[in-house]
């Protein structure tokens, strides 16, 4: 928040600070803050004197008191309105389970959605996706490595002594 002398009349005239001041100046904890801030900040007096004259125009209408005629006029236009509004009526069980069966439908499509979103990442990071699938099998004395292409066409076998592993 920038700091009051840097506001323009109508940014200090939407203040709620100020505008209290401007209404209740009654109020004596705001009034001396503002007076105090008018005292270091002399040249805002222009700038607070506009942004005063803001507040009071937009502060200056009053309410017109209504007569009685008035009054009951509002009071049984309210009534008639109220009268034509259709009755309210209960929700038939059967739509009701209708609907709670479609919020359960949607929950469970929605946790489906999740859950193949979660094995779809799991699967592509977990290299399945790649371009071969290699394993290893490990005999007593033998280490044969196999490698599979993607497309299957091609296959390397690697045979290896355990000993030239250690």
Request: with cysteine; net charge negative.
């Amino acid at each position: 928040m920038k700091p009051y002398s840097e506001y323009t009349a109508e940014e200090l005239a939407t203040e709620r600070l100020f505008i209290r001041w401007i209404r209740h100046p009654e109020d004596s904890p705001i009034r001396i803050f503002w007076e105090q801030w008018l005292q270091k900040h002399p040249h805002m007096s222009g700038t607070v004197s506009s942004a005063r004259e803001l507040v009071r125009s937009v502060s200056d209408w009053e309410l017109e008191e209504m007569s009685g005629e008035e009054t009951g006029s509002l009071w049984n236009r309210i009534r008639t309105s109220i009268e034509l509004l259709p009755e309210i009526e209960r929700l038939d069980p059967s739509l009701k389970a209708l609907a709670t069966n479609w919020n359960f439908l949607r929950w469970s499509a929605g946790i489906l959605v999740v859950i193949g979103l979660f094995l779809g990442v799991v699967f592509w990071e977990s290299g399945a996706s790649g371009n071969s699938f290699s394993q290893t099998i490990m005999c007593e004395n033998d280490t044969l490595q196999v490698t599979v292409n993607q497309d299957s066409t091609s296959k390397e076998i690697e045979r290896k002594n355990r000993s030239s592993l250690k």
